[in-house]
């Protein structure tokens, strides 16, 4: 048997549905990378526990209640980097939308430190 890379075991800590109860996963200076030219109004960094929590509202909003997350693959690379494939499902503007995103997470001493948050735009 295998066992869990301990940097996958912090990312399954994280719930992005319910941010405020597990913001302690992410160390208290994170920066979360977003860019995406089809979003501007969500396009920055977001910094702290305070931003992490900005980011999510506004991707609540624009995306509504039909957002959903589903993983595809997640590939720990070496002892800081997580590399997570997954395909994300929104309704946007009243389409329908289901892209694919490559999320790199960098975590330092059990928490996370540093999200690129990679959507693709053209697919």
Do not use: C
Request: glycine content about 4%.
């Amino acid at each position: 048997m295998t066992e869990e890379h301990p940097n996958i075991a912090v990312l399954k800590r994280f719930n992005p549905t319910n941010v405020a109860e597990t913001i302690d996963v992410f160390a208290e200076d994170v920066i979360w990378h977003y860019y995406n030219a089809r979003l501007p109004d969500l396009h920055g960094d977001y910094v702290g526990h305070a931003g992490i929590q900005t980011f999510f509202e506004k991707l609540r909003l624009l995306a509504g209640s039909d957002f959903k997350i589903n993983t595809v693959a997640v590939t720990a690379v070496g002892d800081e980097l997580v590399v997570v494939h997954r395909k994300q499902v929104m309704n946007l503007e009243n389409h329908h939308i289901e892209s694919d995103v490559v999320v790199v997470w960098r975590i330092v001493d059990g928490r996370i430190a540093e999200v690129w948050d990679i959507p693709s735009v053209h697919s």
